[in-house]
Nanobody, 117 residues
Framework: QVQLQESGPGPVKPSQTLSLTCTVSDGSITTNSYDWSWTRQPPGKGLEWIGCIRYSDSTYYSPSLKSRTSISRDTSKNHFTLQLSSVTPEDTAVYYC?????????WGQGTQVTVSS
């Protein structure tokens, strides 16, 4: 069964770029038909989809975050990364990575990111 593990820097200061990595085990990020996504949940709010990278390397982003978001992958390390630039305290959230296809989703456990000066 595929496993996903998020990792990141912990606290981030406003205006910096947030960078998170999702390391995938027991599954390849190039396997046909899957997409690999980032979603976040701010404190007291619902889930917000950030974007995804497909098995084909195509990327898709939430319109509200597109100007600040970049998702890429390293197939040699079987991981994919999220970069979110110019962060503010409103970007404080638990960030999740997931594998998705028509059958459903497998999620990582999430990682807390706090943006604070």
């Amino acid at each position: 069964q595929v496993q996903l593990q998020e990792s990141g820097p912990g606290p981030v200061k406003p205006s910096q770029t947030l960078s998170l990595t999702c390391t995938v085990s027991d599954g390849s990020i190039t396997t046909n038909s899957y997409d690999w996504s980032w979603t976040r949940q701010p404190p007291g709010k619902g889930l917000e989809w950030i974007g995804c990278i497909r098995y084909s390397d195509s990327t898709y982003y939430s319109p509200s975050l597109k100007s600040r978001t970049s998702i890429s992958r390293d197939t040699s390390k079987n991981h994919f990364t999220l970069q979110l630039s110019s962060v503010t305290p409103e970007d404080t959230a638990v960030y999740y990575c997931a594998r998705n296809d028509y059958a459903g989703s497998s999620w990582g456990q999430g990682t807390q990111v706090t943006v604070s000066s």
